[in-house]
């Protein structure tokens, strides 16, 4: 059974940083694509960056330029490296997997909080 486990979320002020992680196991985490989203409360869950198996990347318009994401794959890890942090940054931010050639993120992290002071 696959399990996420996101850490590094906390509270800092506009203009840093933080990094996020996520720990995969249960499976083959080579074989998955993986997703950073976030949410606020009252909002959709919105997706922020994602990688796929094979290393491409893809950014919300929102968070280009300013997130990386990025995988481990000897350590079943994936990162998002979230610098000029702004307040509307502020949300819960999930991890998410799938296999590369399923149709929808199927897994899903407990979350970690992201607060931004201004």
């Known amino acids: 059974q696959v399990q996420l486990v996101e850490s590094g979320g906390g509270l800092v002020q506009a203009g840093g940083s933080l990094r996020l992680s996520c720990a995969y196991s249960?499976?083959?985490?080579?074989?998955?694509?993986m997703g950073w989203y976030r949410q606020v409360p009252g909002k959709q869950r919105e997706l922020v960056a994602a990688i796929t198996s094979g290393g491409s990347t893809n950014y919300a318009d929102s968070v280009k330029g300013r997130f990386t994401i990025s995988r481990d794959n000897a350590k079943n890890t994936v990162y998002l490296q979230m610098n000029s942090l702004k307040p509307e940054d502020t949300a819960v931010y999930y991890c998410a997997s799938k296999m590369h050639w399923g149709p929808r993120y199927d897994t899903w992290g407990q979350g970690t909080q992201v607060t931004v002071s201004s």
């Open positions: 249960g499976g083959i985490f080579s074989f998955n694509d």
